[in-house]
């Protein structure tokens, strides 16, 4: 194995189905023992490319290596050393949590296979159901072993595929705990996620939307590449002041978060003298740091103008 | 890299997998024991038609006028094609063994002259008779022929001999099935329509199932390779082929009263190959198949032929020649002829070694197809 720094080094990275761009020339590096996370909206091509990692899809074009072997090449090396969470729940429902893990453990020959099952199980507190079949498991007992079968072959890089859709907030703490826990041992991980507090809990970030990788970096380089300056607008009827603003110079974004509006725009002074044009007592209105989400929201609107 | 290699320990996960789920599947499993017994009794009939151009051997004692003349009407008749000539009756006991012919006449010495006295000589035909339907209409244009043949031949003084029972009289002799028993012969050849219905359709869905499902994106995450999938899913439905093959035994034995005479271990143990060739037909189809209706679809565009073309339903050497060709390449069509040769004529391996070839190119055959066709992307 190479002795990179980076688990997973990745340039020009493309997909098509058909004439369509799945994923769209993408760079990415991700350092040995970092968390990174994977946003963008749905069918954006984070699952594809995630596939393309662990040589489940041929790139149509791009070069790089995984965990210094090359994607294109050595996809059977790259299999022995990444655990792959799927989207979608993919052990076998008519098995029970132990038998789906003895087959995994056997399929990697894990040495001294029944303690390292065993040991999975205690470590996500699995023992107690261990004989219960899988598909009878609720969506976050499900996600536990997924995750217990995904490490049970000590992988050095975890892909995780919004492994905490579906997932109660308890557990989804739980999980991320886990997920810090591993990293501090040194597993590299990738995350897609849809939820912008666990996007928070990364040390880096991409946001991904039609194929294109359209900012990444940590939070606060995420936050400050954007440029993006936010008023938080409270008071009655929301709606109306909303529609007022929206189609303003300098007004690009307005969105409802419950009882409170966001209203965003790259070019400060004008988005001021928007504001300034509707301000009126009845609210209350603050200037506030962008959140991840504004951001988001931005790029999502921008890509949208510019690819779809 | 071991990685890139089969590896034992990878096969026998699969296979543990596949006996876990098959324990699981309590309705899959009842119809596999269920369909053999059904069709059991669904095929208690036999279809007969008029096969022609059978493979005659000719054992002639005499070559004199008369001979050569009975034997031209026989192949005019249509029924008889001479492939051989025998000289011993060992020769022509080991060509009807073999299945080289189904017919051997025998010509005794003194044809001519017991003729020509007048006294009825005996034409000895010997038939193998383990397919019925086969032998039937061939045995019953023998009698026409019979009073006829010398019609040309005995004029002038000798047209007294023109008797109206006919100048020869023939003999049947028929082996293997000398009651002529539909079933003895349509109970056996079930064995491999059974087999091939069932082992066709079960791995037909094995590998669509897990793509269906969803399984197959974690399978092809793992560094197991396709051969290893492929006979994991195989091995542990050769087990049920087994059952099914002792159901079908023990129904011939003790319903039908079919004979068995061949040894059955023989029997079993060619089976093994026969099953592992359908299993490999179906997990091909499963490859090639994009969902699992298209895999059953598949699987019955196979169990048609197998059933049509094999010689099961209709007998093979009265099928035109196109059909013949298709047949043999079907893993049934050698089946069948093991299976009877074994329990009704009590062939020992010498005798199927022929069959046993086609069987084995078949096997490796479709198994290099799924193995190339098994795709290690989701591309
Ligand atoms: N095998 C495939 N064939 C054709 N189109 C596909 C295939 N897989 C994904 N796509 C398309 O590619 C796009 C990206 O999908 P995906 O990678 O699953 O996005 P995400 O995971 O970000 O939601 C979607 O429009 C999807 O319909
Ligand atoms: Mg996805």
Redesign the pocket.
Not at chain 1, 40 to 49: E, R, V
């Given at each position: 194995m190479s002795g990179s720094d980076y688990a997973i080094d990745v340039t020009g990275v493309t997909k098509r189905?058909?004439d369509?761009t799945?994923?769209n020339a993408i760079d990415l590096r991700v350092r040995r023992g970092e968390i990174y996370g994977f946003l963008?909206?749905?069918?954006?091509?984070?699952?594809?490319?995630i596939?393309m990692l662990c040589g489940l899809l041929t790139p149509d074009a791009g070069t790089g290596t995984c965990l210094g072997y090359d994607v294109r090449a050595q996809q059977a090396e790259i299999k022995r050393h990444v655990g792959y969470m799927t989207?979608k729940f993919s052990y076998y429902e008519d098995l029970s949590i132990r038998e789906n893990l003895d087959f995994i453990a056997r399929l990697y020959d894990v040495p001294d296979r029944r303690a390292a099952v065993q040991h999975s199980l205690e470590r996500l507190g699995l023992v107690n159901r261990s004989h219960q079949l899988a598909g009878e498991l609720s969506g976050g007992w499900k996600q536990r072993v997924a995750l217990a079968a995904c490490l049970i072959h000590q992988p050095q890089l975890l892909l995780l595929?919004?492994p905490t859709a579906g997932v109660d907030p308890k557990a989804r703490r739980e999980f991320w705990d886990e997920i810090h826990r591993l990293a501090a041992d040194g597993l590299t991980v990738l995350i897609?996620t849809h939820y912008m507090d666990e996007a928070e809990r990364c040390h880096r970030l991409a946001y991904?939307a039609y194929?294109n990788l359209l900012a990444h970096g940590t939070l606060v380089e995420v936050l400050a590449s954007a440029r993006l300056t936010t008023w938080t607008v409270t008071g009655p009827d929301l709606l109306a002041l909303a529609d007022s603003l929206r189609g303003r110079d300098g007004v690009e974004q307005v969105v409802a978060f419950g009882m409170t509006l966001h209203v965003s725009g790259r070019d400060a002074a004008k988005l001021d003298a928007a504001v300034a044009a509707v301000r009126s007592p009845r609210h209350e209105w603050r200037k506030t740091a962008s959140s991840l989400e504004d951001v988001f929201i931005g790029l999502m609107d921008q890509a949208k103008d510019n690819f779809a | 890299m071991s990685a890139r290699r089969f590896t034992f320990h990878r096969l026998w996960a699969m296979v543990l997998k596949e006996f876990i789920q098959m324990k699981r599947d309590r309705v899959t499993f009842g119809m596999m024991v269920g369909i053999p017994l059904m069709q059991l009794m669904l095929f208690g009939f036999a279809i007969n038609s008029d096969p022609k151009h059978l493979p005659t051997a000719i054992r002639a004692a005499d070559q004199g006028p008369f001979a050569r003349t009975l034997v031209a009407a026989l192949r005019t008749s249509g029924y008889f094609t001479l492939v051989k000539e025998a000289s011993t009756e060992a020769e022509a006991r080991q060509l009807l063994q073999l299945g080289e012919v189904q017919f051997v006449i025998n010509i005794p010495e003194d044809f001519s002259r017991r003729l020509l006295r007048g006294e009825k000589p005996t034409v000895l035909i010997e038939a193998d008779a383990s397919d019925p339907s086969a032998t039937g209409p061939a045995v019953s244009a023998l009698r026409a022929i019979a009073d006829h043949v010398f019609d040309r031949d005995l004029t002038g003084p000798l047209a007294p001999l023109r008797a109206k029972a006919g100048p020869v009289d023939f003999q049947l002799h028929a082996h293997y099935n000398p009651e002529n028993i539909t079933q003895y012969n349509v109970v056996p050849g079930l064995m491999g329509v059974v087999l091939t219905m069932t082992m066709v359709v079960i791995t037909a869905l094995a590998i669509t199932r897990e793509r269906e499902r969803g399984t197959m994106e974690n399978l092809l995450a793992t560094p197991v390779r396709p051969f290893e999938v492929m006979v994991g899913k195989i091995l542990p439905y050769i087990a049920v082929g087994y059952i099914q093959v002792t159901l079908i035994l023990l129904a011939a034995r003790f319903i039908f009263g079919v004979p068995m005479v061949g040894n059955l271990v023989l029997l079993y143990a060619v089976s093994l190959l026969f099953i592992a060739a359908n299993l490999a037909v179906g997990i091909t189809f499963s490859t090639l198949a994009k969902n699992q209706l298209q895999a059953v679809q598949m699987a019955f565009f196979f169990f048609l032929p197998s059933i049509l073309l094999s010689g099961f339903m209709f007998p093979f050497r009265g099928m035109p020649e196109w059909a013949q060709w298709v047949g043999s390449v079907l893993p049934n069509t050698h089946f069948l002829r093991i299976v009877r040769g074994i329990l009704l004529k009590g062939n020992g391996l010498a005798e199927i070694t022929p069959e046993l070839w086609p069987l084995l190119a078949f096997l490796v055959v479709a198994m290099t197809i799924g193995v190339k066709r098994y795709r290690q992307t989701?591309?």
């Open positions: 189905f058909g369509k799945v994923v963008g909206p749905n069918g954006s091509g984070k699952t594809t490319f596939r989207q595929d919004e897609t991904l194929g | 989701l591309d």
